[in-house]
C-alpha cells in the first residue's frame, strides 16, 4: 500500500510557473507508476501525465506538452510536475495517484489508479 500527499499548489498569473510535489509513503513507491490528473469545476477529471517505475518513461496529454515535466525521485519517494506557462485553463485540483498497471493507454486512464492523493488546488488568473 502506498500513502499519497501532494502540495505545492497556488494562485499563479497566467504565464507563470509552479512546480507540484507528490510524496508517498511506503518503501514499495518504485513499484508503482505515477499519474498526474486534474479536475476543474464542474468537468470530469482528465490525464494529466504519467510516469513509469524507473521514471525512464513519460507520457503527456496534447494540451500540456511542451509545457508540463513530470519527473520523479525514488530514493526520496517523490514525484513532481512542473508546469511552465500556465494557462487560465490549468486552473483546476490536480491530483497523484498510484497504480501498478505499466502500459499506455492504461496509464492515462483514472480507473487504472489504486491509490490517490486528496489534491492540491491550481488557481492560474489572466
Known amino acids: 500500500q502506498v500513502q499519497l500527499v501532494e502540495s505545492g499548489g497556488e494562485l499563479v498569473q497566467a504565464g507563470g510557473s509552479l512546480r507540484l510535489s507528490c510524496a508517498a509513503s511506503?518503501?514499495?513507491?518504485?513499484?508503482?507508476?505515477i499519474g498526474w490528473f486534474r479536475q476543474a469545476p464542474g468537468k470530469e477529471r482528465e490525464f494529466v501525465a504519467c510516469?513509469?517505475?524507473?521514471?525512464?518513461?513519460?507520457y503527456y496529454t496534447d494540451s500540456v506538452k511542451g509545457r508540463f515535466t513530470i519527473s520523479r525521485d525514488n530514493a526520496k519517494n517523490q514525484v513532481y510536475l512542473q508546469m511552465n506557462s500556465l494557462k487560465p485553463e490549468d486552473t483546476a485540483v490536480y491530483y497523484c495517484a498510484a497504480t501498478f498497471q505499466t502500459t499506455l493507454p492504461t496509464l492515462t486512464t483514472d480507473t487504472s489508479y489504486r491509490y490517490w492523493g486528496q489534491g492540491t488546488q491550481v488557481t492560474v488568473s489572466s
Open positions: 510516469i513509469s517505475r524507473g521514471g525512464d518513461s513519460t
Open positions: 511506503g518503501r514499495t513507491f518504485s513499484l508503482y507508476a
